[in-house]
């Protein structure tokens, strides 16, 4: 109830929109869907039947956003796929045609998805989106936001971002809450190894590779860093083998063995006993009482699994599991967000501070250029003061960014 205020706030300060930067990145985008288009429209062909009389085929405008002529024309030129989804096309990821249909499918969503959508939602007089935020939108308790979307803009297409802009005269706060879900399930774990890594500074990705992987810490590759970082967040949230073996593929390029995929697992369950112990019991105990609550006192039920058929129960108590083991986590972390959005809402928005966007564990806040170390300072006090209250072994972080676009 106290964060009620603060959403108001949110949806009513808007996010500033630099209109030419967006019409420069659309006129971008737009040439890089037309060159790859192009590119695979000579490429790849697709045949059908001149008629049901000839037995002859001629060739077609392929669509490419069928996945189903996609897969024909791909598996015409030699290609040997059953699908053309992204796990499926990882492999070939250095092969022109599919880097063209990377960059095809990139500006086709950035087309469809944000630059087409957006322009209706900004507002004439202020050029500022005003976004619907609803603070109990996700099962974990965490914000949705819609009309447009702000916290689902894209990451991975960097440029984006900086069509979102502080006024002249302002600056953007970017503060977000270091790996917080990590340090959560260390402290509800009270995990020996988490406690002392997040009191030393250290980097706990690196530190699991390390031992993963049987070299010393500073002898990482940014490659096993990412693969100890995929299993750090997949393990903890109890993804099985199979699907972590995808993830690993999607996100690494390497098509590991089921041996070695549960090689990782072991070592990791290995390496973090309290968080293995503490994952397992919470998943039981939840599953027992069919519902489970963060450290803040957020409840969560489940409906008792279906007794049809035993594969129809498994499959539902599977499910109920694995979400006592990541409700807590993700749903912890929204209330710290929203107790420290409380509570910044009384302190900075009688200055003018407008609270800008609300993303999972980051705020963005604009405020006037000769203000803004001081209000980050208060910003980043607040942050930590809320993940304090729940976090009594390991420091809560916030990194805090000032800067003239929306960057991370």
């Known amino acids: 109830m106290k964060c009620i205020p603060a959403v108001v706030w949110l949806e009513l300060s808007g996010f500033h929109v630099d209109i030419e930067k967006f019409e420069e990145i659309k006129v971008s985008v737009q040439e890089q869907y037309i060159k790859a288009k192009g590119f695979l429209q000579q490429e790849l062909i697709i045949f059908e039947k001149q008629s049901q009389l000839d037995g002859s085929f001629i060739p077609r405008e392929l669509n490419l956003s069928s996945p189903e002529?996609?897969?024909?024309a791909l598996q015409n030129k030699g290609y040997d796929i059953d699908k053309t989804d992204k796990k499926t096309r990882a492999k070939y990821s250095h092969d022109p045609i599919f880097q063209n249909l990377a960059d095809f499918k990139e500006s086709e969503t950035l087309l469809k998805m944000f630059i087409k959508p957006l322009p209706e939602f900004i507002n004439s007089k202020t050029s500022r989106v005003y976004s619907d935020f609803w603070q109990y939108g996700a099962k974990s308790g965490r914000f949705t936001c819609g009309k447009p979307n702000l916290q689902q803009q894209p990451s991975r297409f960097k440029e984006w971002r900086t069509i979102f802009i502080a006024e002249p005269g302002n600056k953007l706060i970017v503060a977000d809450l270091s790996q917080i879900e990590l340090r959560i399930i260390g402290q509800q774990a009270k995990d020996k190894k988490y406690i002392h890594a997040y009191n030393k500074g250290l980097d706990l990705h690196r530190n699991t590779a390390a031992v993963m992987f049987k070299v010393l810490v500073d002898q990482v590759t940014k490659q096993q860093r990412g693969i100890a970082k995929s299993i750090n967040f997949g393990l903890n949230y109890g993804m099985g083998k199979r699907s972590?073996?995808?993830k690993l593929k999607l996100e690494t390029?390497?098509?590991y063995t089921e041996d070695e995929v549960a090689k990782f697992v072991?070592?990791?369950k290995n390496l973090y006993p309290d968080v293995t112990n503490y994952l397992k019991t919470i998943s039981q105990k939840g599953f027992n009482r069919l519902e489970v609550r963060t450290e803040a006192g957020r409840l969560f039920k489940f409906d008792k699994p279906s007794a049809e058929s035993e594969e129809k129960y498994n499959v539902q108590k599977g499910n109920i599991e694995r979400e006592c083991k990541n409700l807590p986590i993700q749903g912890l972390c929204a209330d710290m967000l929203k107790i420290a959005m409380g509570n910044l809402f009384l302190i900075i928005e009688p200055r003018g501070v407008k609270l800008v966007n609300c993303v999972h564990d980051e705020l963005v806040f604009e405020s006037k250029a000769e203000e803004t170390e001081e209000v980050a300072a208060i910003v980043k006090t607040e942050m930590e003061k809320a993940?304090?209250?729940f976090l009594k072994?390991?420091?809560?972080?916030?990194?805090v960014t000032i800067s003239d676009t929306w960057e991370k």
Not at 69 to 72: A, E, M, Y
Not at 393 to 399: N, Q, R, S
Request: proline share 4%; with cysteine.
């Open 69 to 72: 002529q996609l897969k024909i």
């Open 244 to 246: 972590l073996k995808e």
């Open 253 to 255: 390029g390497i098509d």
């Open 266 to 268: 072991e070592d990791f």
């Open 387 to 389: 993940g304090a209250l």
């Open 393 to 399: 072994d390991i420091p809560c972080v916030a990194e």
